[in-house]
């Protein structure tokens, strides 16, 4: 060892093993040891060395090693003081044995165990290695867990008393600091400080349960109160539970209604089924019937067939006689027709030849009798005629006048009527416009969606929530959902202009989301419905301040906001939202768009709705096309609500005024329609008196002018010329008549010999003819009877087919409509009962549906008269009451565990005090024998007292050669090196009631005369060796009275450096 030298002493080395023992020592830059590494012994060790040498660095050292804090060895406030001075770092590593019964972890870090700590400015680390030098562990849970298995305690005064604490310990008189030296070495100060914790975490936890407690006896209150609340409505219950009773009584009742109709009509139903083989039996007789009289009429067509072989000949003769009859008949009865016609013709004919005979004598003689008359009375009447005629021209023309007046009044009237009508319908729709637009803001109110589409769209989103599963990604829309203002209300009509359409929107990622979506906008009667394809796994467009318009108004993507990235993507891709700049009025929107020439633009919005855009050298302005004039983004829509209500108002008191002055120009105009009925029958009467008299003055007229050519005789050429023709007609027609008349006369002649020759033929055939129609006699017979058999079966078939069969499935259907309506009965009835608690209720066999339902509506009507005195109802007061019985009796079960747990803790903490009393009691009597036990080596007696109240502990030492026997109470009053032994044996009597692997002890004999410290120097030496656990004493003092033996190594340690 290059800083210190080893004297080991003669004699046989004994070799001992054990765990935890500390077998080697090393440091590097520790203090003021630049490299010291430091062997031990397995049973006492003695350091020594002059002051300055780094004897204590060890023991501070073993304290840093097994975790100790900087503040713990008095010797730094922080773990980079121990560091040597210019160097950067400081290493400690400290080597334990690690065998036999006590070993730790023995299968993992072997026979011996090596902790390092290693130091530096800003960090310190542990490092636990094994026998082979391997890193087993870093981590302060695995040394604390070995220094809790070995029981090292370097805080414990009994296990590492350091240089400060000897002086502090051997040097003090005060018996407080002995009570606390003993208190910590027992370790009595830790448990009292444990139980003392406990008790106040027990004193916390019962005020807590106290306070819980205490918080539920309101509810406890609450639930006597209810638990008497429900008494009172026992009676009310019991109305209840006789109503339900009466429920399940009325629900069983219409199941076993039922099944007594179905009953019923299975007798019914068997009644019509025996009507089958009835009518089965006559159809198959009439068919029997009919199949025979079929074979009889077979017979007969046979034996028929047979005489019509017979008689063909005559009958074809007899056929042929008769046509030709028929024949003569047809031409006689033609030619009857054809003299008819000719003789009536002759006859009128002669009629119009005597008229115009008459006609001709008519003339002749209205000629001979008329006179001429006077020319001069008649021109006289003319001229008064035209008189009249021209008076009343004038009193038409007046009358026009006036009727076109009125006419031209009339029209204006109408006109003016009509114009209020359509006043009154253009306000009528203005009205309904405004209270549509209102319905649609307070819609808007209760739902924000519907300010996109209405009803409508409502129901498309019901439809794709129905069909969710099969869409690839959830559809967005509509936009307008997904998006708000920024800054208030005030763009939200310039936006809606702007992306107007892109609001009612839907955005889906694919093409195949989008046919599914147009299929439920189909379902949701959602027509043209706009559908917008987009990647939704596209992130959030990043727009360039470059790409954006140069200028200080807004645009539209900046006044609004959307969490989604999708929507705000499709506003700029779609919609150019970040190229529309919105303005505030129509001036400045006119110098942004046209003047200014900004780049990046593409529109101006207004605020109240006007598009302004350009195009090459073209300047274009749209006003605004919306209704809406808050924009359907608004959020606050109470204001334009009320303004439309009141527009609303006005517009509906403008149509009553509206109306009233119709009514007063629809009175008007039916005065004036009176006034111009009335000159209209005016001029028309003048118009018809007008006529007549202008035809009376043109008649005069024609007659006057007869008259002037009434002086030459009559012309009757043509008459006579026309009954010249006439008469030649008349003779042709006669000479018609007599050729017919002959035709006549040979037809009829050759009729009748066909009429006799026919008769003589039939005679001669009389025999086989009549046997012929004998047969067909009884042929038609037989096919009556036939028709007859055919129509009772056609009747008895169709009585079956229309009347047995349907009566049957009629019934069946009825049969099957009971079955299932008892099992919808059955399984309404179910549910309000099962049919076993019918038993149990009692017989209602002879109770209807009817009367239970009118008894169970009684019980009713006084359950609710009842219930009307209490606002709740019983079983909610009793949902109530167990609802909180349950809450109330889990907190008390809780508590009431909380408390048995707290009294049990309590009475373990008792315990556990009582225990820690009796065994602070047998310490302080354990110290007494021990100290009085060491003191006797030197001939001393003495006691100790321990004051566990006053936290106190006195040492009395009574010396030998005081003949007096006087006890000195207080150790200052003892010579320096009396009152080191005495404390030494304190502390030795200490150390054997406390376990440790290893022991040390620093300037232990520091105020010892050589006398006392050869004593004591030996009491320690027999005391380590006894004890048997490992012992390192470090003193600067001589220690050459110790004597050296196989169970005793000294080391020195080198002079420290000028």
Known sequence: MGDSRVFVGSGRKSARSGAGIVSRIRLENFMCHSSLEISFGDWVNFITGQNGSGKSAILTALCIAFGSRARGTQRASTLKDFIKTGCSYATV???????????????????????????????????????????????????????????????????????????????????????????????????????????????????????????????????????????????????AQEVQTLKKKLAWSWVYDVDREIQEQSAKLEILKERIPTCQARIDKYTTMVDELNEILKSKKTDIAHLMEKTSEARRMKDELQNSLSVATKERLELEGEHSRETNMVRNLTKRVKLLEQQINDIQEQHTRNTQAEVSKIEEHIKKLQDEVDIAHTSLKRHQEEESAISERLSHAKNAINDMSKEIDENERRCRQLYAQICELQQRQTNKVTAFGGEKVLRLLQS??????????????????????????IWAFAVDCAIGRLLDAFIVTNHKDSLLLRA???????????????????????????????????????????????????????????????????????????????????????????????????????????????????????????????????VKEQIQE???????????????????????????????????????????????????????????????????????????????????????????????????????????????????????????????????????????????????????????????????????????????????????LGDFAGSTPEQLSAQLSRLKQRLQHESQRYTESIDDLRALYHKK????????????????KLNACQKALDLRWSKFQRNATLLKRQLTWQFNGHLRKKGISGQIKVDYEKKVLSVEVKMPQDASGKTVR?????????????????????????????????????????????????????????????????????????????????????????
């Not at 990604?473 to 998006?483: D, F, M, N």
């Not at 026919?758 to 129609?773: G, H, R, V, W």
């Not at 010579?975 to 304190?986: A, K, N, P, V, W």
């Open 93 to 239: 590593l400290v080597e334990i044995k690690n065998y036999g019964e006590d070993a730790f972890k023995h299968e993992s870090y072997g026979d011996l165990i090596t902790i390092e700590r290693r130091i530096t400015e800003s960090s310190s680390s542990i490092t636990i290695k094994d026998h082979q030098g391997k890193k087993v562990s870093n981590r302060k849970d695995e040394l604390r867990e070995l220094v809790e298995h070995f029981n090292i305690d370097v805080e414990n005064p009994c296990v590492i008393m350091s240089q400060d604490k000897s002086r502090e310990f051997l040097h003090s008189g005060n018996d407080k600091d002995k009570f606390k030296f003993f208190f910590k070495a027992t370790l009595l100060q830790q448990v009292s400080e444990l139980l003392q914790n406990i008790m106040n975490e027990l004193t916390a936890a019962n005020a807590i349960v106290e306070e819980l407690e205490s918080s539920i006896r309101p509810i406890v209150k609450e639930l006597d109160e209810l638990r008497n609340k429900i008494r009172s409505m026992e009676h009310v219950e019991e109305i």
């Open 464 to 489: 794709v929530e129905r069909h969710h599963n099969k869409f690839n990604r959830p559809p967005i829309g509509p936009v307008g959902a997904h998006v708000t203002l920024v800054n208030g209300d």
């Open 520 to 650: 439920c906008s189909r379902e949701a009667n959602y027509n043209n419905l706009q559908i917008i394809i987009y990647d939704f796994s596209r992130p959030r467009l990043h727009i360039p301040q470059n790409s954006l318009p140069a200028t200080n108004h807004p645009t539209t993507l900046a006044v609004l906001h959307t969490e989604n990235p999708t929507v705000f993507n499709v506003l700029v891709d779609m919609g150019s939202a970040e190229r529309q700049v919105l303005v505030q009025d129509y001036e400045v929107g006119k110098s942004v768009a046209f003047d200014q020439r900004i780049p990046n633009m593409k529109e101006v919005y207004t605020s109240d709705g006007y598009r302004m855009f350009y195009r090459a050298s073209v300047q274009t302005t749209l006003p605004p096309h919306r209704r809406d004039r808050t924009g359907r983004l608004c959020c606050a829509v109470d204001d334009e609500i009320n303004l439309l209500q009141n527009e609303a108002s006005k």
């Open 658 to 840: 509206c109306r009233g002055r119709k009514r007063l120009s629809e009175e008007a105009l039916r005065d004036l329609e009176e006034k111009c009925l009335s000159a209209k029958k005016r001029r028309l009467n003048e118009d018809r008196i007008l006529t007549s008299k202008q035809i009376r003055l043109q008649g005069m007229k024609d007659a006057y002018a007869a008259e002037q050519n009434a002086g030459s005789e009559p012309n009757v050429d043509e008459l006579f010329k026309e009954i010249s023709q006439l008469k030649g007609d008349i003779e042709r027609k006669e000479m018609i008549l007599e050729k017919i008349a002959v035709k006549m006369t040979t037809i009829e002649e050759r009729a009748k010999d066909l009429k006799v020759s026919f008769k003589d033929l039939c005679d001669s055939a009389k025999e086989d003819i009549d046997a012929i129609e004998k047969a067909e006699g009884k042929l038609l017979l037989i096919e009556e009877k036939i028709q007859t058999a055919e129509a009772e079966r056609v009747h008895y078939e169709g009585v079956m087919q229309k009347k047995v069969l349907p009566d049957i499935k009629e019934a069946e259907t009825a049969y099957e409509t009971l079955q299932q309506k008892r099992q919808e009965n059955f399984r309404k009835a179910s549910i309000i009962c099962p049919e076993c608690e019918m038993e149990s």
């Open 885 to 900: 019985e349950r809450k109330i009796m889990k907190k008390q079960q809780t508590y009431t565990l909380f408390r048995e």
């Open 970 to 1058: 207080d150790t200052r009053g003892l010579s320096g090196g009396e009152r080191s032994f005495s404390t030494l044996c304190f502390a030795l009597a200490l150390h054997e009631m406390t376990e440790s692997p290893f022991r040390a002890m620093d300037e232990f004999d520091v105020f010892m005369d050589a006398v006392s410290r050869k004593i004591s120097l030996e009491t320690l030496v027999d005391f380590a060796v006894t004890q048997g656990s490992q012992w390192i004493f470090i003193t600067p003092h001589d220690i050459s009275m110790v004597k050296p033996g196989e169970r005793v190594k000294k080391q020195q340690m080198a002079a420290p450096r000028g």
